[in-house]
């Protein structure tokens, strides 16, 4: 915390933190902390009451790998996995085409919700033990713009209600039959609620549903490369939100068993395309063969051509492989991708190996190249065609009997207890919250305001204090009193009600002082005046004038307070005939006069309301009076408005022998002091002196009169 400028100090002039202080000032605020406190603990009471339950369902997922029994994992393991990646899996659980189907599933577009008291509904609801109503929608459209808006349905009886559509105004229906209005169509299957309930129905947009599920899905991989993912679903119904996940589970299930039945059925019928040229190519083959055979008779070969026919024979097989593998990859990936290029490496290897093979082939008599190729061509035909039979009939097992590459490890399951459902913890987690948000509030402002806290302070910019005036208890009571019993809050004449009390004590000591700077001055008058509205200067002026009559002297108390002034009230005297009236010339001086129960003191109030005040008071009229006044009584004193609201102060002041402001302790602020003085100086008064009311028992600034006050 920040420390003001009265701190204690470290000897090297560091500020330390005065604990004692902090106290206090908490101690000062006590009520706006605990109602803050209060207020936020029935708030979060609320929210607690009126927050929908939220349960959490989860279930685990494996991505297993693909086996891989094709031409393109025999030639490219391990360059290619054909497993798809989590992220991809993730990307497609958290698709609308699995959102959508658990949509209609579950028929979710459809929403049915009773309508309660606001806030305190579920809590009236919760604490009547009123039994649930409910009310069963088989089937409800509505037009495409009425989609995402709610449409209230009332109930008239066990199997009537009525709804209203808009334009169509209000529709009636009755239960199993369904009921249908400009688009809409509304079939309800059965009633649980009394007369006079009311439900809210609204007809999701499949967009605006989908963005809904999204926000409460989740999908995480567990971790890297373990191709586990955790998908939970959160929601305030426990059944539906199991019931959603675990469809939405078997949905992304099937939807990946569907891919790998399509993609085995396209590469079956790739290879059954295949099938019929490969076949003629060894049919004509054998052709050659046999034409050649009966041409030239049986010949035999060499070894060293039955070596360069088999060599011939496998780099054609596996040219032939080749070409098969690129046909697929061509259909994922695109020619500069790494597992493609790795394709075409091994194929130009196998065109380098046939060239070498050519040239030695091209060096041998005619007869047996001519014989080489006509076996190559067989025995490689031969090795392909088996290689498709032998793929056809995978694939055809694979397309007929598919099974999904994803299981469920853990079945949806949700946690037992919502989250947010322990209301004490709440409330007690927001009263805490408010207590340290108005502590936290309480001190800032006492460390950046700057409040007025001691005598000192104000006697720094040159106001000399005459008397600090501790706060009254006695008048603290009658206005908790007043407060309790249902009376209007009203001050009290305190000097006449309670003369024993601290307040009054230290206002004798007040009187010695203004007696001595009125004896100065040369002159009988005083004005009191305040910085602000709530400083207590009618509470000074009031009881000041009522002690300084006790010491037989004739006081007269004017009250200058033309628009807000209650002295008449706090007196006891009449409000009309004051000094508006005076100073407008429809009273004389002597007529508006008012004796007080106080023997010595005499009141002029403030006469009707007036909106002119300085003008009235600026007169010569207003002048004239105070010196009939001063002739007239011992003492004049004026009370006049807060400086700092109006300048009614700064223009009675060139009237009268001595300016006294009132400062409240731990209202006004030193900013307020500074502006008071300045105020003051353009009017061309020297502010010398000041009265330190309110100020709190215990503090260094109260004096303590004890030993004069009696028991209560």
């Known amino acids: 915390m920040k420390t003001n400028e009265h701190s204690p100090t470290l000897p090297n002039g560091t500020e330390v933190i005065d604990l004692v202080d902090i106290v206090l000032t908490l101690f000062a605020h006590k009520y706006k902390i605990i109602i803050t406190t209060l207020l936020c603990a029935l708030l979060a009471f609320l929210y607690s009451v009126n927050i929908e339950p939220l349960y959490t369902a989860s279930v685990l997922v494996q991505l297993e790998r693909n086996t891989q029994n094709n031409l393109i994992s025999k030639l490219m393991d391990p360059l290619i996995d054909e497993s798809t990646s989590s992220a991809t899996e993730i990307g497609i659980l958290t698709s609308r085409r699995v959102l959508n189907q658990t949509i209609d599933a579950l028929g979710l577009q459809i929403d049915v919700r009773e309508k309660k008291f606001p806030f305190i509904g579920r809590w009236l609801s919760a604490f009547t033990k009123e039994f649930p109503h409910y009310i069963s929608v088989s089937s409800f459209n509505v037009p495409t713009e009425n989609e995402d808006k709610p449409w209230t349905l009332t109930v008239l009886g066990p199997d009537r209600y009525q709804i209203e559509t808009g334009e169509a105004g209000v529709v009636s229906g009755k239960t199993h039959q369904t009921l249908k209005q400009n688009g809409f169509t509304l079939n309800v299957a059965a009633l649980n609620a009394p007369a006079g309930t009311t439900f809210i129905l609204t007809k999701y947009s499949r967009y605006a549903l989908t963005q809904a599920l999204l926000k409460r899905l989740t999908a995480l991989e567990l971790n ?15 059944q539906k939100t199991i019931a959603i996940l675990n ?34 190519k060894l049919n004509q083959a054998d052709r050659q063969l046999h034409n050649f055979k009966e041409e030239n008779g049986s010949i035999d070969l060499p070894m060293e051509v039955k070596v360069a026919l088999d060599s011939s024979v496998a780099i054609q097989s596996q040219q032939n492989e080749l070409q098969l593998a690129k046909v697929e990859l061509s259909k994922k990936y695109t020619s500069n991708h790494p597992v493609y290029r790795a394709l075409l490496e091994k194929e130009a290897l196998l065109n380098k190996d046939k060239n070498t093979l050519s040239q030695v082939i091209a060096a041998m008599p005619k007869k047996q190249q001519e014989i080489l190729s006509i076996k190559r061509d067989i025995e490689a035909g031969q090795e392909i065609y088996m290689q498709l039979l032998s793929r056809q009939h995978e694939l055809g097992i694979a397309s007929a009997s598919t099974v999904a590459s994803i299981r469920i490890i853990d079945e949806a399951v949700s946690n037992p207890i919502p989250i947010g459902s322990n209301k004490w913890l709440n409330i007690i987690l927001g009263a805490l919250l408010g207590g340290i948000l108005s502590c936290g509030y309480c001190l800032a402002l006492h460390v950046f305001r700057r409040t007025l806290e001691d005598v000192e302070t104000i006697e720094r910019h040159g106001v000399d204090v005459l008397a600090s005036i501790p706060g009254s208890e006695y008048s603290q009571r009658k206005r908790r009193h007043k407060l309790t019993s249902g009376k209007t809050r009203q001050d009290i004449w305190l000097a006449q009600e309670h003369p024993q009390d601290l307040a009054i004590e230290a206002l004798r000591s007040l009187r010695t002082g203004i007696f001595i700077a009125l004896k100065q001055a040369g002159k009988n008058s005083l004005l009191i005046s305040g910085a602000t509205s709530g400083a207590g200067k009618t509470f000074i002026s009031s009881n000041l004038a009522a002690i300084m009559a006790d010491t037989g002297k004739s006081i007269l108390l004017i009250d200058a307070d033309l628009r807000l002034g209650k002295l008449h ?14 100073l407008q010339g429809s009273l004389m001086f002597e007529e508006a006069i008012q004796p ?42 004026v009370d006049t408005p807060p400086i700092l609201a109006i300048t009614d102060a700064g223009i009675v002041a060139e009237h009268v022998g001595l300016v006294l402001l009132v400062l409240r302790y731990k209202t006004n602020s030193v900013k307020e002091l500074s502006n008071v003085i300045n105020r003051f100086k353009k009017c061309g ?3 010398d002196r000041a009265v330190f009311n309110g100020v709190q028992n215990g503090e260094s600034s109260a004096y303590k009169y004890a030993r004069y006050s009696t028991s209560l």
Do not use: C, H, M
Not at 569 to 582: A, D, H, N, P, T
Not at 612 to 626: C, I, R, T, V, Y
């Open 224 to 238: 890297k490369d373990s191709r586990l993912l955790n998908v939970s679903f959160s929601g305030a119904d426990k």
């Open 247 to 280: 469809n939405i589970s078997l949905n992304f299930i099937e939807d990946n068993r569907l891919r790998k039945t399509e993609e085995a059925s396209k590469k079956l019928n790739f290879v059954n395309s295949l099938l019929p040229g490969v076949l003629e």
């Open 596 to 637: 007080t129960a106080r023997a010595g003191l005499d009141i002029i109030s403030r006469g009707s309301v007036s909106g002119q005040s300085s003008e009235l008071l600026g007169s010569d009229l207003f002048a004239q009076l105070l010196q009939w006044a001063q002739l007239q009584y011992d003492y004049v004193i």
């Open 685 to 687: 008064i020297e502010l």
């Open 569 to 582: 009230e706090l007196l006891g005297v009449r409000e009309k005939g004051g000094v508006s009236e005076i």
